[in-house]
């Protein structure tokens, strides 16, 4: 069921210029544009969003962290290396689950959702955008991104409850970066009950 559902999207790679293009595009730099969304959020928001990315730092280390222990527990092989598929991108041949670019991509979504929606929404989409090009460039298995989603819905609701007991390790890195000068400051609480 689970390479049935593998080819049934990845047959299309090599066939669709457009979507080789977005797919080949998103799976390659899905991680460094969360970087960028993050520190947009963390050089123009106020203090309530710094926070948010201090946790989702956390989250997103945290969640590579138990991807990494699952990945020497259990190795399953990548798709191209145990099958015949359209591979668009190369990849080395580790551990196929789960996937750490679709782990990372929902940790990072998760721990924003959960406080910021309209931003968090936006990452959640592309989130998932991100875990079916993982799958149409031929480096996971459908059950490798359910994996992934699963850990960090996990990993990101745990540091969402422990954010609390986190919040004196966000106000320490806040505070030492307001105190670095010629970067941007925004030390205002914002309110982030409707966003």
């Known amino acids: 069921m689970n390479y049935d559902l593998f080819k049934s999207i990845n047959q299309f790679a090599g066939h669709h210029p457009f979507l080789d293009g977005l797919m080949a595009g998103v799976t390659n730099n899905a991680l460094m544009i969360y970087a960028i969304v993050l520190l947009l959020i963390w050089f123009f928001g106020k203090d309530q969003y710094k926070k948010t990315v201090v946790y ?3 989250t997103g280390a945290f969640a590579l962290l138990i991807n990494f222990i699952i990945g020497h ?3 399953e092989p990548r798709p191209f290396v145990s ?3 359209n591979l668009l991108v190369d990849h ?3 551990a196929s689950f789960p996937s750490d670019h679709t782990t990372g991509a929902f940790a990072l979504a998760l721990a924003v959702l959960f406080v910021h929606r309209k931003i968090g929404i936006g990452m959640l989409l592309f989130a998932f955008l991100t875990g079916l090009s993982r799958i149409y460039v031929g480096h996971h298995y459908p059950f490798d991104i359910l994996g992934s989603i699963i850990v960090s819905l996990v990993i990101s ?3 969402f409850k422990l954010s609390p007991f986190l919040e004196p390790v966000a106000n320490a890195i806040i505070h030492i970066y307001n105190r670095i000068p010629l970067v941007p400051k925004t030390t205002a609480k914002g309110n982030s009950k409707n966003l």
């Open 157 to 159: 609701t745990v540091v």
């Open 92 to 94: 080395a041949a580790d």
């Open 56 to 58: 989702a730092a956390i």
């Open 83 to 85: 099958h015949k598929v």
């Open 73 to 75: 527990m259990y190795f």
